[in-house]
């Protein structure tokens, strides 16, 4: 017997379903199934897995573009005024000022379904424009 044979180890082989794999696989996080397997088995104290969050960004291109044109926007800053002045009373609610107000809840459901397809949790065309 050659040396080689003798410290190499003998593979392990384990049947696992469709949905076994898929499941291990999604759990492992990036990590080598076969690392992830033996961390949860031998590990005392298993490496934490690696996120990239439930639903991984499926075009980094226009999230992009998206946050660029929120932080353009300064909605947050404007609904931040609009909040301040009705908490003190002194919101005066005209036609104009209720046109804006529209505007800006328009704009945000806009980024808000702009997000959802960026993210990949609905395909473009699934929604109404």
């Known amino acids: 017997m ?60 226009e999230l992009g573009k998206l946050l660029g044109e929120l932080g353009r926007s300064r909605i947050a800053n404007n609904l931040n005024q609009l909040a301040k002045a009705a908490n003190s009373g002194s919101l005066e609610v005209s036609p104009d000022t209720e046109q804006a107000i529209q505007d800006s809840c328009n704009d945000i459901q806009w980024i808000r379904r702009s997000l959802i397809v960026a993210l990949g949790l609905l395909p473009e065309n699934d929604y109404d424009s």
Do not use: C, W
């Not at 949905?19 to 934490?48: H, Q, V």
């Not at 690696?50 to 960004?57: F, I």
């Open 2 to 61: 050659s040396d080689k044979s003798k410290k190499q180890v003998p593979p392990f082989s384990l049947r696992l379903t469709f949905e076994e794999r898929a499941r291990l696989e999604k759990d492992s996080a990036g990590m080598s199934l076969g690392a992830y397997i033996r961390s949860r088995l031998f590990d005392s104290e298993a490496p934490k897995r690696r996120t990239r969050g439930k639903h991984p960004v499926k075009d980094h291109t």
